[in-house]
């Protein structure tokens, strides 16, 4: 059993520098685009389903209180916070609304939304995508395998950081550590945290 938990750390490891070297200049791209839109006195919205759910949960939750170390709090959103508007929307309109309704609702022209999806298929953030760009909200979209829906829809002004792998834990690592990074790079750009 030692051995496999190695493996997979290695596993892990070899996943994250197959795509390190081309993610890296998108990863900066999109903390820039986080910046200027945080500069601008805009905020970020973040969702995902599953596990990236809980992926958005932790970026939105280093934005609003601190990443490494105390600096103000940020303006970011996590639109799948709110339980009881979550599941009056699912059972009432439609489960392809849960993020679109609160993004037409809350989100403005110059804001970020931060779409986390491995598969990139799933028609909640498709349509979300869909309100934001209806709306001038530009979108970073962290996906994985080929992209799926996600990647034919976005725009030139878009970003998309695709970790091209086919194991769906591998994804979520390189999607949980390229967050990391944004949260690091937006320290840096606005307070100079090292």
Known sequence: MSQRVYTLFQKSVEAKMQVGEELAPRITNASNLLVESLLSENKILVCGNGASAALAQIFTSSLLDRYEKERPGLPAIW???????????????????????????????????????SSGNSLNLVQAITAAQDRGIRVIALTGRDGG?????????????????DSRG?????????????????????????
């Open 79 to 117: 639109l799948g916070s709110n339980i009881a508007t979550y599941t009056s929307i699912s059972a009432d309109v439609s489960r392809a609304d849960v993020y679109a309704k609160p993004l037409k609702a809350l989100g403005q022209p110059g804001d970020c939304l931060v779409v986390i999806s």
């Open 149 to 165: 829906s996600i990647s034919a829809m976005l725009s030139e002004s878009d970003i998309e950081i695709c970790a091209s792998v």
């Open 170 to 194: 591998r994804i979520h690592e390189i999607h949980l550590l390229t967050l990391f990074c944004l949260c690091d790079l937006i320290d840096n750009q606005l307070f100079g945290i090292e």
